[in-house]
C-alpha cells in the first residue's frame, strides 16, 4: 500500500458492530460513545438495567443500539452474549472487554470470596467471551478484541491483589491470543488506564492523603476523565492499527514514565 492510498477514513467505523461491555458507565460509556460517533452500532452488556442515558448518546449519533442484561461471571452467559449480538446484527466486528470490578481491602484480611469474584469478572469473562467472539471473527476473517488493563498490569499496587493479579493477567492473555489470531488477521490488543475519574476510584479520590499523593506523581497533574480514553479505543477499533497486536498502550498522563 502506497502512503497516498491512507486518509482518515482509515478510522471510519461506518458498517462495523461493536461489543462493549460494562457499557452503560464510566469508562464503558466513554468507549461505547467514542464507537458511536466513528460509526459502529453498538451491542452493550450491562449487570443493570440503568442505560438509559447512554441510549440517548448513541441514538443521538444515529446509531443503532441493543442492549443486553447479562452477569458476566456466570460463565453461562458468555455464549448467549455472542448468540443475541450475532441475532441482532450479523456479525461482530469489534469486542471492547470493559467489564470489571475492585474490592479493596489489606492483604492479610482479604478475603476468598473477594478474590473470586474479581477474578470471575476480570480474567474469566475476558478469557472466555475473547475465545467465543473469536471464533466469529476468525470465521469472518477480520475483527478487533480491545482487553482493558490497567496500570496494576505493571505494578503491584496496595489493597488490591486480586485485581493486580487479574490485570497482569489480562495482558498475558492478550499477548497470548494475538500470537494465535494474528494469522486470521485479526487483532488484540489492551487499553491500561492511568487513574480517571470514575465509580471505582471514588474512594480514592476521596481519601485527600491518598489523592494527593496520586496526583503528586502524574506529569499531566490531573486524573483522567473518560473523554481521554475516547480516542484510542477509536484508533484500536479500526484500520489503522491493522498492524498493531499484543500491545498493551497505556493512557496515564505519564504516570509509567515517573
Known amino acids: 500500500m502506497s502512503l497516498n492510498e491512507f486518509s482518515l477514513d482509515f478510522f471510519n467505523l461506518q458498517g462495523k458492530t461493536a461489543i462493549v461491555t460494562g457499557g452503560n458507565t464510566g469508562l464503558g460509556q466513554g468507549y461505547a460513545v467514542a464507537l458511536a460517533k466513528a460509526g459502529a452500532d453498538l451491542f452493550v452488556v450491562t449487570y ?5 442515558e447512554t441510549r440517548v448518546m448513541i441514538e443521538k449519533e444515529g446509531r443503532k ?13 458468555i455464549p448467549v452474549v455472542v448468540e443475541e449480538c450475532l441475532k441482532a446484527f450479523g456479525k461482530i466486528d469489534i469486542l471492547v472487554n470493559n467489564a470489571g ?4 481491602a489489606p492483604l492479610l484480611e482479604y478475603k476468598a470470596e473477594d478474590w473470586d469474584a474479581v477474578m470471575a469478572i476480570n480474567l474469566d469473562a475476558v478469557y472466555f467471551l475473547s475465545q467465543e467472539v473469536a471464533k466469529v471473527m476468525v470465521e469472518q476473517k477480520s ?4 482487553n482493558i488493563a490497567s496500570m496494576l498490569s505493571f505494578q503491584g499496587g496496595k489493597f488490591v491483589p486480586s485485581y493486580t493479579a487479574s490485570k497482569h493477567a489480562v495482558a498475558g492473555i492478550t499477548k ?6 494474528a494469522i486470521h488477521n485479526v487483532q488484540i490488543n ?3 488506564p492511568g487513574y480517571i475519574a470514575t ?9 485527600e492523603v491518598r489523592n494527593q499523593e496520586i496526583l503528586s506523581r502524574i506529569p499531566a497533574g490531573r486524573w483522567a476523565e ?3 480514553l475516547m480516542g484510542v479505543v477509536v484508533f484500536l477499533s479500526s484500520r489503522a492499527s491493522d498492524y498493531m497486536n499484543g500491545h498493551i498502550l497505556a493512557v496515564d498522563g505519564g504516570w509509567l514514565v515517573r
Open 48 to 52: 443493570d438495567k440503568n442505560w438509559d
Open 65 to 77: 443500539v441493543v442492549f443486553h442484561q447479562a452477569d458476566l461471571s456466570q460463565k453461562e452467559a
Open 101 to 104: 470490578t475492585i474490592r479493596r
Open 143 to 146: 475483527g478487533k478484541i480491545i
Open 176 to 181: 497470548a491470543f494475538a500470537n494465535e489470531l
Open 190 to 192: 489492551a487499553i491500561a
Open 199 to 207: 465509580a471505582n476510584t471514588a474512594p480514592i479520590r476521596s481519601d
Open 226 to 228: 473518560p473523554f481521554d
